[in-house]
C-alpha cells in the first residue's frame, strides 16, 4: 500500500487539497488495520521521500533541476535559496517544498 502511494507523492502532494489529505489518510488507516501494523501519515511520507528525492537531485549535476538548488552565500549558513514566485502553481511545486523541507530540517 506505501509503495502505491509513495510512487508519485513527491509530484501530486503539494497541490492537494485538504479534503483529498483527509482522504487519502482515511484510506491509509483502513490498510493498517487491514495489514495490522502501522504506517507513516501522508505528510511525513511526503517530507521523507522528498527530501530524498531532492539529495538525488543535488548530487546529480546533469538533472535538470539541479540549478534550482542553490546554496546562500553565507558561508555559515548551509541554507537553499528559496525559489520566487508569483503563482500559487509555482508556490507547490516540487522544487520549493523540497527546498522548504530541506531548509527548515538544517535550522532543527
Known amino acids: 500500500m506505501e509503495s502505491v502511494i509513495t510512487s508519485s507523492i513527491s509530484?501530486?502532494?503539494?497541490?492537494?487539497t485538504s479534503q483529498s489529505e483527509h482522504r487519502l489518510q482515511r484510506i491509509m488507516w483502513c490498510a493498517e488495520r487491514i495489514i495490522g501494523c502501522p504506517l507513516l501519515s501522508i505528510t511525513?511520507?511526503?517530507?521523507?521521500?522528498?527530501?530524498?528525492?531532492a539529495r538525488k537531485i543535488t548530487?546529480?549535476?546533469?538533472h535538470p533541476g539541479h540549478a534550482l538548488f542553490?546554496?546562500?552565500?553565507?558561508?555559515?549558513?548551509?541554507?537553499?535559496r528559496a525559489l520566487k514566485t508569483r503563482t500559487t502553481r509555482l508556490l507547490h511545486?516540487?522544487?520549493?517544498?523540497?527546498?522548504?523541507?530541506?531548509?527548515?530540517?538544517k535550522l532543527s
Open 70 to 80: 542553490q546554496h546562500l552565500p553565507s558561508l555559515r549558513n548551509q541554507r537553499l
Open 93 to 105: 511545486s516540487f522544487f520549493l517544498q523540497a527546498i522548504t523541507l530541506i531548509n527548515f530540517h
Open 44 to 53: 511525513n511520507l511526503h517530507s521523507a521521500r522528498s527530501k530524498k528525492r
Open 11 to 16: 509530484v501530486w502532494f503539494g497541490s492537494a
Open 59 to 62: 548530487a546529480d549535476p546533469s
